[in-house]
Structures are given as C-alpha cells and as structure tokens.
C-alpha cells in the first residue's frame, strides 16, 4: 500500500487533536455528570469562559504559559498532553492504514480507551457515555467489509459482556463483598465490538497481567498524589490490555501458537 501523503496525515493530526480537547471536556465533565456542550469551556479557578483564541489544542496552552489569561491560576499539563496523543494516535494511524475505515476503527478505538483510562485512574469510574455509544460505533464500523467482520464484533461484544457478568458474579460469591463495576462490564463489551472474542479474552489476560505487574505501584503512586484508594483501577489495565490486542494482537496469537503449543 501506498504511504498517503504528508497533508492527509497532518490532517488526521489535526481533527486528532481537536478531537483530544473534546475529550478533555468529556473527561472532566462525564464523571461529575454534567453536560459537555453547555456551558462552554471554563476556567476551573476563576470560571470565565474561555475565549476561542484561548483554546486552541496544544498551542493556546503554550502561548498562555499553562496560566489562565484572566487568573493567572495553573492549567494542568493534562489538557496539552491528551490533544498531543490523539493527535499521535490519529495521525499514525491515518499514515500506517491509510484514511479509511480501518484507521477510524483504529483511531477511535484508542480515543475513547485513553478517555476510560483517565476517569478510571482519576475517578474510579467508566462513564456509559464513552462504552454505550463506544460499542455502537464499533458494531456499526464493524459493518463495512474490510475489516474485522460484523459478526466477529457482534459476538465479540456479548462474550465481553457475557464474561464479566461471570467474573463478577463468582468474585462477590467468593469474597462475600460488592466486586468489578457495570463500567468494567460495559467496557468489555466496547472491547469485544472492536477486537471479537478472541480480543476480549487477550484483553483480560493482558488486562489483569498488567494489573498484578503494575498495580502496587500504581496504588501506591495514587497513594501520594490523591486520597488513598484501595481499589484498583482496573479499566485502566483494561485499556491497555484493549490498546494492545487492537495494535499487536494477532502477532501475539501466532507467537503463542507457535512457540508454547
Ligand atoms: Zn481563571
């Protein structure tokens, strides 16, 4: 396949970051339910609205020196970085796939799992507002042939959310205490109607081998920067179990196939 050419991919870069500083919105905003169309952007300190020119991706962040025009309070380096991933994770995928429906399939995929995995890490929650719509879009991307086929994506999504049903039904009979969130359920099923049931299963093994590895730190880390949480975050293991099986899964499959069978 040809390489598109560098403006499609600066393009793809662009509507990337745009669409980080959206998320951005959704990432404050979903957790504390309010809307993320009205009001308009806010300073959180001083809570003027902040102007166009003052919200630009990235840029605005910069030529403000992290400080609101009107306060001169901090703005977290969050905002900048998030649109700089998207804006990576678009552009790549456009240069890697092409502008097509498989670079969308993979582009939103790691939005909206970079989205759960900064509420889970921030707020202990996954928002319905990024898995229910989220799975719809990858049922529905899953309906143009090319990619991973419908019926894949649709089976996928009910083994997800089949499975942490199960997991979650035998965790609170063994432990005797409330176990796993709908949010994780929900994610699952996102999960399955981007990557099928195979994907579902690589996510949870990826999911939870990343949680032992790096959970203790993580919780620790948490530890020191937030209130203490005892609970793991673990839809953002998931999101980067679910990161991983959409890039390298089917390598990961065929090196186990052939090296430990
Ligand atoms: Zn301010």
């Not at 977290?76 to 994770?89: G, H, K, N, T």
């Not at 582009?107 to 996954?126: C, P």
């Not at 796993?180 to 990826?206: E, N, R, S, Y």
Request: with cysteine; net charge positive.
């Amino acid at each position: 396949m040809l390489l598109p050419e560098w403006y499609v991919v600066l393009a793809a870069g662009l509507l990337g970051a745009a669409l980080g500083s959206f998320l951005n919105v959704c990432v404050y905003r979903w957790p504390a339910e309010q809307s993320v169309v009205s009001p308009r952007s806010r300073c959180g300190a001083c809570g003027t609205t902040i102007a166009w020119y003052d919200n630009i991706p990235v840029l605005s962040w910069i030529l403000l020196r992290a400080r609101c025009r009107h306060c001169g309070n901090p703005i977290s380096i969050q905002y900048p970085l998030v649109e700089l991933a998207v804006a990576a994770i678009w552009g790549l995928a456009v240069w890697q796939l092409g502008p097509g429906a498989e670079a969308l399939r993979l582009a939103s995929f790691l939005t909206i799992l970079l989205g759960i995995a900064l509420t889970d890490a921030r707020e202990m929650v996954i928002p319905d507002q990024f898995t229910v719509p989220g799975t719809a879009l990858g049922l529905l991307l899953a309906s143009i042939p090319g990619g991973l086929p419908f019926r894949s994506a649709l089976i996928g999504a009910a083994v997800g959310y089949a499975l942490l049903w199960g997991v979650k039904l035998a965790a609170e009979k063994a432990l005797r205490k409330p176990a796993l969130g709908v949010g994780d359920i929900h994610m699952m099923a996102l999960v399955g109607a981007f990557t099928g049931p195979i994907g579902v299963l690589l996510t949870l093994m990826l999911g939870s081998a990343l949680g032992l590895v790096l959970g203790v730190p993580v919780m620790w880390l948490r530890g020191r920067l937030l209130p203490m949480q005892s609970y793991l975050p673990l839809g953002l293991f998931l999101a980067l179990g679910g990161a991983v099986t959409i890039l390298w899964g089917p390598s990961i499959i065929d090196w186990y196939l052939r090296t430990v069978l």
